[in-house]
């Protein structure tokens, strides 16, 4: 009994001194900064990006697209993010602890990078923002033949707020990773208090001019990208109102202020609506615009041919590409016409996920169930999408049913079932449950 009282005795002793100890931990130690470094180890874990169709990128995977400074892309985010980690860390060590200076202007500069990404993203980097569309484009030309609905993956935007544009383009793909990224960053510049504060006033003249020097180079990056946008807006404006010399003169200048715009497939419609209204029947970007007058009229046979002279004159040119699988996809679904994605399939700009998967299902609805299986496979192959896995693997399924190979399709209908984690693909359950069979399809 008296051992138990005193145990009992030291128990209450230790929680009435607990709050005293906590006190004591955190006069001593920086908490917010303690937890804003593993917050943003943790966002350099996560990914930073989701590409539909596509793995999903980290910072590291991320290069710094300033606008149009080069030499600033061998960089990636991730690395610089990393630095600021050490800063920060080097910082709490030499302050024993504690959030000075160091920590928080590290943390400020990781703030700095993860808002510049979506800044300099959204801007200037219209390669990324393409890539983005393209991909999100051919997942919405699958998923529009399932027979199913799917819900749109990932947070519509961790921005919260109203955007358009390459803003909206951007803040839709933003994954967790960039938003633990950017917590940590306000954690650990919330650390520091007033210590910034401090320094700069003993020291005006270097805050001062880290300051300008920093005004500076954001001027420098993302003002040209800036004035190569509005060049755009009214390049094309001057494209609908028929004053195709004063389009086409902007928007090269806009090319010149910011290389990557020439990217986008608006900038190239314009520059190719201006060359095809002054009499250019042959670049490139000409035959690009007259296919898009050619699909207007429901020409999408012609289309196909224009568009392929087009990638014979600009073979590099992955917009001219996009719209020739755009227009083969169309005549595949709406006229049951394969030739175009025939000839599209054997060339190796055509193989991609969207195309497999168009004549994959084409194949299927005709009778060539062991050419579908085919097909489906090098959808598999080349995206991990879960459900455009599902649907793949329901098609392999019933092909395999139709060419009699029960098993292989039992096997393969449980691995979409296993695989559709959002509970989509209700034909691939129907058939897995028994409520549906095979030959019922």
Known sequence: MTQLRMAVRRAVTACRRLPSLVADVRRRVSLPALAGVPLVLVGLALPWLGVPLESQLHATALPVVAGP???VAAISYGAVVACLVVAALVGLALCRGRAGTLTCVAGLGIVAMAILFVVYSSLGDAELTARLTRQQAEMDAMSSHFGYPIGRGGPTSLLFIPLSRGWLIVSDALRP???????GGVLLALAGGRAPLRWAR????????????????LLATVGPCIAANLLVDSGIAAT??????????????AARLNPRISVRPDVQLALGGAALAQGDQS?????????QVLVSDHAEATAATVLRQAHDAAPTDTVIVDELAQVARDLIWSHADPRAMIQLLQQPYGDRPANHYAMGRYLYLHGDFATAVQEMDHVLQQTAEPNVESSALTYVAL?????GDASDARAHILQAVAIDGEYNNDLARALATGLYTFGDV
């Open 399 to 403: 092909s395999e049913y139709r060419e």
């Open 240 to 253: 609908g109102s028929g004053d195709y010399a004063t389009a086409a003169s902007r928007l090269r200048l």
């Open 177 to 183: 990773g960039w938003l633990a990224t950017l917590c």
């Open 283 to 291: 670049s490139s970007l000409a035959l690009l615009a007259q296919s």
């Open 202 to 217: 003993a020291h005006r003249w270097r805050s001062a001019a880290a300051f300008s020097v920093a005004a500076t180079a």
């Open 69 to 71: 400074v080069p030499v």
